[in-house]
């Protein structure tokens, strides 16, 4: 008697995918009504007590390290308090910079904040509604030590759904194909954004660590 060997291989795939459950994403709009959902003085809160495990991350930066980060502009966990930390050791913190090669280009440059807070420094909204500092001399992420992501969630593997832009996954998806350990990719974020497991695309960019109000977790 002779088997059709590729009715058999079909079979295989079939009883694999049937095993293999289809993991859908939930909603950006859903974290996003979480997140308007907040008080001023809950973000606040919840930013305090995030910052308390920055201690932990400041453990694998250099002196002077470079640090990445962005304006807390849609009810993101609040950004300040890493902008506080970064003056507290000498760190020098950097601000993106959307469309500096083009309005096609997604690859992100870094601008550096010399001002203490947020709030005074100079600002334009770009097209897509961000504030963005004004150009001087940018930076590649290349040249970051770390780089805080905002994300819309994050599950226990580090896969990050971002806001749906793409723009952090272009900037980053050449250090992390080649294996640099440079820049670290951290989450910034409520706990509540934090999912069991995400979809993941083939150009995702996973991060190396997350920082939430409950604590700081690496991942592999």
Request: glycine share 6%.
């Amino acid at each position: 008697m002779i088997t059709n060997i590729n009715t058999c291989d079909d079979k295989k795939l079939q009883a694999q995918s049937e095993q293999q459950p289809v993991i859908s994403n939930p909603p950006r709009r859903q974290f996003t009504r979480q997140r308007r959902q907040l008080t001023d003085n809950q973000r606040q809160h919840f930013a305090r007590n995030a910052s308390l495990h920055l201690t932990k991350l400041q453990q694998r930066l250099p002196t002077n390290a470079r640090i990445g980060l962005y304006y807390d502009g849609f009810g993101e966990l609040p950004t300040q308090p890493l902008v506080d930390w970064c003056k507290r050791l000498d760190y020098r913190p950097y601000l993106p910079v959307v469309g500096s090669l083009g309005n096609d280009d997604k690859r992100l440059r870094f601008v550096a904040i010399h001002q203490s807070k947020l709030l005074n420094i100079p600002t334009r909204i770009h097209r897509l509604g961000m504030k963005q500092n004004h150009h001087r001399r940018l930076l590649w992420a290349r040249e970051l030590d770390v780089i805080i992501c905002p994300l819309t969630a994050v599950d226990n593997f580090g896969n990050r759904m971002g806001m749906g832009g793409g723009f952090y996954d272009t900037t980053l998806a050449k250090s992390y194909q080649s294996g640099s350990k440079k820049p670290l990719k951290i989450g910034w974020c409520y706990d509540f954004q934090v999912v069991e497991q995400l979809a993941r695309q083939s150009w995702d960019v996973p991060l190396d660590g997350l920082i939430t109000p409950s604590g700081l977790r690496w991942f592999k």
